[in-house]
């Protein structure tokens, strides 16, 4: 009976060396065809450059969903449609203005943008006294007595001792986020708010910023890090000093999008689905590469490389390039409605936005099911730098799968550059590192392998 038992173990062994061997193969040539294609730098490079910064109800946002459309369907995707949607659709309209004037130094110019969906101040502007506060507790010290009449300068920087620059970001985006209606409450008549970057450079950073619709809606901007220290400097200077601001910015009525869906059809269980996708929609400052060009291209590229190598998926892969990631979320929203409704079974969904920088891993959203597959995959993806994989959130767009129990990752990459782009001017197709950009697309490709052939 040991002699049998033993026999069983020695077969299995060999089963999962023979297996793991072909999975080997098959990963190492997903992972040569990615690097050696010119394809997803080329589109990356046609995305931006020919269509440029897609902020949600713009014409280049509908030009890129068209444009999308017609590179997934010459991908080879079985299907490629769109699923219509609403969005916000804010604009910036002229350039804006900051500058400060002070008996004691003059005239400073500052490099300044107005934060997403933010009011304007109209065509005159806004001139009046400042005040810099670090924190929401700080504002409550001042009061209205203090802040009234005033423009908020929230001046706390991203911390540049945390590693994760995820974390930084997150550490600071409040005073972005809700702060122009925090200081609206004490009175003020603008905000400025220190751009989330660890970075010292020329570039503001701009963003979402949300009204509380209980409180009065103020102009809201971003400055870029070093005019916020120079600025800083001359408010400790020169109490007096007085701020001038202008923007243009408006709402204008919703209009019609969509996100765009592509599939390779699976052949032996086409209604279990695997997502993959990015964001098509970006801030308009730049022209969107790193935050999400580089997801677009990379979630386009698993269908072009499924079907060049022929691999034939069991499960349909199912590429969503969402829209309105930036503004409110809706095209993430109405996919998961979309997904609850209809009642699909979907086993993964895979998001990449985190910049085009090397790739070091998958976070995963899910049960321990799943920790324990990552594990056993762990050997296949070492010798393509791939070494980080823990519990933690995935991304935006698929979060609203979270409800259904569906596992979800996101594509882990090194993240000590991707906010010096982040929603700045310099966020530009020449930011990118084409290799760098190649793995990503590889990696996502060669997981969806694995779980289309293992599942959990």
């Not at 120079?230 to 019609?256: A, G, N």
């Not at 609850?340 to 891993?361: L, N, R, V, W, Y």
């Not at 979270?402 to 000590?416: C, E, M, R």
């Amino acid at each position: 009976m040991k002699k049998i038992i033993i026999s069983v173990i020695i077969v299995f062994q060999c089963f999962a060396i023979s297996s793991q061997n072909k999975d080997s193969v098959v990963i190492s040539s997903i992972f040569s065809n990615a690097l050696t294609s010119p394809a997803s730098y080329e589109n990356l490079r046609h995305l931006c450059k020919d269509i440029g910064g897609r902020i949600g109800g713009s014409p280049q946002a509908a030009k890129a969903v068209f444009w999308v459309n017609s590179v997934l369907k010459s991908a080879g995707a079985d299907t490629v449609y769109l699923q219509e949607i609403k969005v916000r659709s804010w604009k910036r309209g002229e350039k804006e203005s900051c500058l400060s004037r002070s008996d004691k130094y003059g005239k400073d110019i500052f490099n300044v943008c107005a934060l997403g969906g933010s009011i304007g101040t109209g065509k005159k502007g806004i001139s009046a006294s400042i005040i810099e506060v670090q924190n929401f507790d700080q504002l409550k010290q001042f009061g209205e007595k203090q802040i009234k009449g005033k423009i908020v300068f929230f001046n706390r920087p991203a911390n540049p001792a945390l590693y994760n620059t995820f974390a930084a970001y997150g550490g600071a985006a409040d005073q972005r986020v809700v702060g122009p209606s925090i200081a609206a409450s004490y009175g003020a008549v603008a905000s400025i708010t220190r751009s989330l970057t660890v970075v010292t450079h020329k570039y503001p950073h701009t963003g979402i910023m949300h009204y509380i619709d209980s409180l009065p809606k103020i102009p809201a901007f971003a400055i870029s890090t070093l005019d916020a220290d120079i600025l800083s400097d001359l408010i400790k200077d020169d109490p007096s000093l007085k701020v001038y601001v202008r923007s243009t910015c408006y709402e204008r009525p919703d209009t019609i999008s969509g996100n765009v869906i592509a599939e390779i059809k699976g052949s032996e269980f086409p209604d279990q689905i695997i997502v993959v996708g990015g964001h098509v929609d970006s801030w308009e400052l730049g022209e969107g590469a790193q935050d999400d060009g580089i997801g677009v291209v990379q979630a386009m590229d698993v269908i072009r490389i499924f079907k060049e190598l022929k691999l034939k998926p069991k499960h349909t892969i199912r590429v969503v390039e969402f829209m309105d990631e930036e503004m409110a979320q809706r095209g993430g929203r109405k996919y998961a409605e979309t997904v609850m409704k209809s009642k699909e079974k979907h086993i993964a969904a895979i998001e990449s936005d985190e910049g085009g920088f090397t790739p070091q891993g998958f976070s995963f959203d899910a049960g321990e099911n799943v920790a324990k597959r990552m594990d056993q995959w762990k050997p296949l993806f070492e010798n393509y730098g791939l070494w980080l994989y823990h519990k933690g959130y995935s991304g935006v767009d698929i979060s609203f799968l979270k409800d259904q129990n569906i596992p979800l990752f996101g594509l882990i990459t090194d993240s000590q550059l991707y906010f010096d782009y982040h929603h700045a001017a310099s966020d530009v197709f020449e930011a990118v590192n084409k290799r760098q950009l190649q793995l990503g697309g590889a990696s996502m490709a060669a997981l969806i392998y694995l779980i289309d052939k293992y599942g959990f």
